[in-house]
């Protein structure tokens, strides 16, 4: 059985000013730390534990920034594999 130095990552999201602790492997923290991309350094973390560690925003404020530009806006896959995107009225 593999044995992992754990840290936790303790975060203050700077809207609602909660707290919000992520578990990580330390030797991962350490290679983020040193520039590795946070998706290679933490790839067991949900993306909104990783947006965390980048911005501080924690996933209910995010989700409350950005709902309504995600109720206006759509996206369509076009057929030759390129995104085009509109807003509605």
């Not at 707290?19 to 923290?29: F, L, N």
């Not at 949900?46 to 947006?51: G, L």
Request: hydrophobic fraction near 35%.
């Amino acid at each position: 059985m593999a044995m992992f130095n754990l840290c936790v990552i303790n975060t203050t999201c700077p809207i609602c000013k909660k707290e919000h602790p992520v578990s990580v492997k330390a030797e991962d923290y350490e290679a983020w730390q040193n520039g590795e991309l946070v998706q290679n350094a933490f790839p067991y973390l949900s993306a909104e534990a990783r947006e965390l560690l980048i911005t501080g925003i924690c996933p209910d404020c995010w989700d409350n920034m950005f709902s309504e530009d995600e109720e206006r806006y759509g996206e369509l896959e076009l057929a030759n594999g390129g995104w085009e995107c509109w807003e509605d009225e």
